[in-house]
């Protein structure tokens, strides 16, 4: 038998859905949270204004003395964009298709894109700075920390700005992240020393909210006028389709429509952590 080979992955389909969204409604192509700071209303009207101020919260605090910058997982291309217009020479790493497309327009060619999983990645290519822009959970961590201090120079250091598990029942709807406990065990078997640690997650929480409001507000009517149009239209296959797949609609109604990805869960079962680590 042969096994179905996935060309697309779903995740990146999603993450390309909402780079429309933001460049459609918002004037905005990065990806990542927002970092709502210094009073910014969780609001989806400055959701843009927040995604700016993480972008500069993590510039601020790249060390003196980086010049050259690898973004590992650079999503839309966005941050590494912003970095190369403050001067930064910067490479990138995309696994995927659709965004990697994105990335290299956005870039042209200032930037290498190696587009394959950091892990896999070979180049005789040394860097001052690692930065992890919420791709960090995606990687395993101690796969994560070899490959960057592999491709680091000797005075090199790595930034991660991403969220944790911390939900040892497993009770939360929200997915994404690496076990925090997990992670603060395994970071000190690396050769790499902290210079910075900051909690950001009461500053990120209101993303959530904007998403969650999202989902009740549009997604959750869409999707049932959308049924109520197939009832109408095509009754004998909605009754199939809602019978196929009863489990996974459920499951997904469940996840999506429940109002429980909300912010407050998000800073229950999350921690939203920048770090900056040197090497040696």
């Excluded at 429309?20 to 409604?25: D, V, Y």
């Excluded at 006028?225 to 389709?241: G, N, Q, S, T």
Aim: charged share 30%; glycine share 8%; with cysteine.
């Amino acid at each position: 038998m042969f096994k179905k080979v996935k060309k697309v992955d779903s995740k990146e389909v999603g993450l390309e859905i909402g780079l429309l969204i933001f460049k459609f409604f918002l004037k905005t192509e990065y990806l990542h949270y927002g970092l709502f700071s210094n009073g910014l209303k969780g609001d989806v009207g400055n959701l843009a204004q927040a995604q700016k101020n993480y972008a500069e919260f993590l510039m601020d605090h790249i060390p003196e003395g980086v010049n050259k910058i690898l973004d590992v997982g650079c999503g839309s291309g966005k941050m590494a964009r912003t970095l190369v217009d403050r001067g930064y020479k910067v490479d990138a790493v995309s696994p995927g298709v659709i965004l990697t497309e994105h990335a290299r327009k956005l870039l042209g060619s200032e930037s290498n894109i190696f587009q394959m999983k950091f892990e896999n990645m070979n180049s005789e290519i040394k860097y001052d700075l690692v930065i992890f822009s919420e791709s960090f959970q995606y990687i395993p961590i101690d796969s994560a920390f070899q490959k960057a201090l592999e491709h680091l120079n000797p005075e090199g250091h790595i930034m991660i700005c991403d969220f944790f598990k911390t939900d040892p029942e497993k009770k939360s709807l929200l997915g994404g992240g690496h076990e925090f406990e997990e992670f603060t065990g395994k970071v000190k078997t690396h050769p790499v020393h902290l210079v910075k640690e900051q909690d950001i997650t009461a500053e990120t929480a209101p993303t959530i909210d904007i998403v969650n409001d999202l989902s009740k507000e549009v997604l959750h009517p869409a999707y049932n006028l959308i049924f109520m149009l197939a009832e109408d239209r095509f009754p004998w296959v909605a009754k199939f389709v809602k019978w196929k797949y009863k489990k996974k609609l459920g499951k997904m109604q469940n996840k999506h429509f429940t109002g429980q990805r909300s912010g407050e869960n998000f800073k229950k079962y999350k921690k939203y952590m920048f770090y900056l680590y040197k090497k040696g």
